[in-house]
């Protein structure tokens, strides 16, 4: 059952590739010279589910992508999806960015206090913001789970074109 899910995982991870990269391809970064720049969040995955990082699982493709590239290996993560997402297109605690829980089990005592919104504050500047003041066309894919209200989608929050499940829960 593992392969399975590993076998899935592999396959939706290369057709997001796949996407992103036909889609960054209509119009190419402004800024002469700039890389392409892929970042894939994979929930449910440890460090070492990955053959690039001596995991068990064959990924080929991804060790293929981490050779050519640049291999992140100091990231700090939560052990919830919408946290650990807001840590990655922020650089941010995820309490800094006000995304510190998941909707689905935060205590009804705390919804609407300082700090447990949910959704990424404003002011609160992503990756995405960063590479589009950069020249960069910047786009999503993929669960959001980071707000769902007005002005808390990807279109909000640097990217150009996104194509996003906005809640947990989703078949994703």
């Known amino acids: 059952m593992r392969e399975i899910i590993r076998g899935g995982l592999a396959a939706a991870i290369l057709w997001l590739t796949g996407l992103l990269s036909a889609l960054a391809q209509e119009e190419a970064p ?34 293929r992508l981490a050779a050519s590239g640049a291999m992140m290996t100091n990231y700090h993560t939560s052990p919830l999806c919408s946290p650990s997402r807001a840590m990655l297109l922020t650089g941010m605690d995820s309490h800094r960015t006000i995304v510190s829980t998941i909707e689905e089990v935060l205590p009804p005592e705390l919804k609407g206090k300082p700090g447990y919104t949910l959704r990424l ?18 786009l999503m894919s993929g669960k959001w789970h980071l ?11 640097g990217f150009d074109r996104s194509l ?9």
């Open 121 to 138: 504050e404003p002011g609160v500047s992503t990756i995405a913001d960063r590479l589009k003041a950069e020249g960069y066309r910047t």
């Open 164 to 172: 996003a499940l906005d809640a947990s829960g989703a078949d994703n």
């Open 30 to 63: 402004i800024a002469a010279g700039c890389p392409n720049i892929i970042l894939i969040l994979v929930d449910d995955a440890a460090f070492m589910d990955f053959g690039v990082y001596g995991g068990e699982a064959r990924t080929p493709n991804i060790d």
């Open 147 to 157: 707000g769902h209200g007005k002005g808390d989608l990807p279109n909000h929050h």
